[in-house]
């Protein structure tokens, strides 16, 4: 029920919407309020707080649906859901919860704000500090690459509050854009091109000391956690993005003739269909997998880290076959499905690139065969 | 003002989706979802109780077990309850049938309105609420554009062939939905969890006494003939001739 709520508001909200809001570069306030009244801003916020009480695989199917039809409105729900709230639900105090949960849940987008300049796959080299005055922190610092930051009204900035302990000093605030945020600079990206992506500065900015979220000192612990699962929600929107493709491209191929034969008729392209279409299904099944375990309690490392590494391949794969077998066409940006060639990229990089995935998979391994 | 809504909802093959016919039969593997004009009342029903003229909308339908998804949605869009009558897969179910159960059911449950989609999207009957309302011997307003609650009646605008005419409508009513009386919610993430703890009663014809057994047979189902190509004609005069002895409708 839930898929097809979602199906339907992708399709009859957000679609006629998407091509113009690529063009244009920004996620128009509609489909942000959209999303908010939908319940897709609070999917695993609880009841009392105004969100929907669904469950994590609820959200990831959330995000693959809205994928579907546009994978930049589907990471600005999924940055939103997995890794801003999760990290409140997780690690706020009752006051952090009550105070920003409900805000994210209703009307107020979020932000995570981990990477800097110097501080990409190294993401413990992180250079913005948090110095204590009396009961506030001073915060100063930049970050780079931070989705949602334009819209954003409620940032996790992980600030060292102590550089000569290392990663040890890394903590998370909770900063409110009216705190002082500066935005820098609008990205102009290859892919995802309306979900915003900004570089921000932060200029002595004092945030209260009840703002820390959890513990002083365990910013990188929450962040390589809250990392693991968000990473099972790109996986999800890279399937979104491999569905999508197939969405647009086979019905086409159904109607398009050549020499007297629909395109979807020639043996040649059945089989790299059926090809995509069994990595796809594969692709699937790792992540809900991955899913299941997370929801379990039991370890989803590894299987996280397949997901997201397989889905964005699939992903890349899957549009660029697309538009090979819809032709020329399939080239145009009025077709719909170039976008989501250049929407598949982003996928290898962040939350965590497809380099690094490789790595945590062969880590974990080893640990299984001492 | 403290209505009783009941709101017949009905599972169909989803409006999108091209419908096929293989071996004489329609092929029904394929995506289903609620009558449009079923939404269309399921939300006027629902805009009713908020406005606080009705103070309960139940969603009935009559179909089989997958049915239940058709409820949910109707109860996840704001309806309070909902019945569920149950017929074996692949039963069919006419509309004077449907009109039978339904009227076991308003003995039952006493609605004040039954509000109706005008027509299903894969019959195209439209004759459900008007059959109802000929068994209850109530009043009947179809094709609402726009109902208006006055007192103890319903002010009913109709589209018809001619325009639009406006009926007062005495209570107990049925109305049926037409395309421009509304548009339906969608089903937010919070309401669709709220959906699943509201109340589901399931039942048979048999335990409303209802034989479903069609009154009418299908003979037969096919694909209409596939568009071959038009001609361009140079007179009127030639398309005279045309129409007389090539397509012979003259």
């Given at each position: 029920m839930l898929k097809e709520a979602v199906q339907k508001f992708a399709r009859e909200a957000v679609k006629p919407r998407v091509f113009e809001m690529d063009e244009n570069e920004i996620l128009e306030k509609p489909i942000w309020d959209g999303l908010f009244e939908q319940g897709l801003m609070g999917i695993e916020t609880p009841e009392e707080l105004g969100?929907?009480?669904?469950s994590f695989t609820a959200a990831i199917i959330a995000v693959e649906e809205l994928a579907r039809i546009d994978p930049s409105v589907s990471v600005a729900c999924d940055v939103h859901n997995t890794l801003v709230n999760t990290m409140l639900r997780h690690h706020g105090s009752q006051f952090l919860k009550e105070k920003y949960l409900t805000r994210l849940a209703t009307d107020t987008v979020g932000s995570f704000c981990l990477t800097e300049a110097g501080a990409g796959s190294d993401a413990f080299a992180l250079a913005t500090t948090a110095t204590k005055k009396g009961d506030k922190y001073i915060i100063n610092g930049g970050k780079m690459w931070i989705t949602n930051s334009w819209e954003a009204g409620i940032y996790l900035v992980f600030a060292n509050v102590d550089p000569s302990k290392g990663y040890k000093g890394i903590t998370c605030f909770v900063v409110e854009k009216e705190m002082g945020v500066h935005i820098n600079k609008k990205e102009k990206k290859?892919?995802?091109?309306?979900s915003s992506t900004c570089e921000l500065s932060f200029d002595d900015i004092e945030v209260p000391a009840e703002n820390i979220l959890g513990e002083i000192g365990k910013g990188y612990k929450y962040a390589i956690e809250i990392l693991n699962e968000g990473r099972i929600g790109i996986a999800a929107q890279m399937l979104g993005i491999a569905q999508g493709s197939l969405d647009i491209a086979l019905p086409y191929m159904n109607q398009r003739k050549q020499f007297g034969t629909a395109i979807i008729d020639f043996q040649g392209i059945q089989h790299q269909v059926a090809q995509v279409a069994m990595e796809l299904e594969a692709a699937r099944l790792l992540t809900y997998n991955a899913a299941r375990l997370k929801q379990e309690g039991a370890s989803f490392i590894k299987e996280a880290a397949m997901a997201k590494l397989f889905a964005t391949q699939v992903a890349e794969k899957a549009a660029s076959k697309a538009i090979e077998w819809v032709?020329?066409?399939?080239?145009?940006?009025?077709?719909?499905?170039e976008k989501f060639y250049r929407d598949a990229k982003i996928g290898a990089i962040y939350e965590g690139t497809n380099n690094i995935q490789l790595q945590t998979i062969a880590k974990l391994l080893r640990k299984e065969y001492p | 003002m403290s209505l009783k809504l009941l709101v017949p909802v009905k599972r169909v093959i989803d409006y999108a989706v091209k419908v096929r016919v293989t071996g004489g039969k329609i092929d029904t593997n394929v995506k289903h979802s609620m009558n449009p004009f079923d939404e269309i009342a399921v939300e006027e029903a629902v805009r009713m109780r908020e406005k606080k003229f009705a103070k309960e909308v139940i969603a009935v339908t009559i179909g089989p077990a997958k049915s239940a998804e058709t409820l949910r949605t109707a109860l996840a869009m704001g309806a309070d309850r909902a019945i569920h009558v149950e017929v074996p897969e692949n039963s069919e179910v006419l509309p004077l049938q449907v009109a039978k159960l339904l009227k076991a059911i308003a003995e039952k449950e006493k609605p004040d309105v039954v509000f109706l989609g005008k027509q299903a999207i894969d019959d195209d009957s439209s004759q459900t609420g008007q059959m109802l309302a000929g068994l209850m011997g109530w009043s009947q307003a179809a094709f609402a554009n726009k109902i208006e609650v006055s007192g103890d009646k319903l002010t009913v605008t109709r589209e018809v062939d001619g325009g639009l005419e406006t009926i007062a409508s005495k209570l107990p009513t049925i109305i049926t939905t037409d395309l421009r009386l509304n548009e339906p919610r969608y089903a937010t993430l919070p309401n669709i969890m709220k959906a699943k703890k509201k109340k589901v009663d399931k039942m048979t014809p048999a335990d409303l006494k209802?034989?479903?057994?069609?009154s009418i047979e299908t003979i037969k189902i096919e694909e209409p003939p596939k568009r071959a190509g038009g001609k361009k004609v140079e007179s009127v005069d030639e398309l005279v001739e045309k129409l007389k002895n090539e397509a012979k409708v003259l």
């Open positions: 969100g929907a009480g669904m290859l892919g995802i091109k309306c032709g020329g066409v399939g080239f145009t940006r009025d077709f719909g499905l | 209802v034989d479903i057994t069609p």
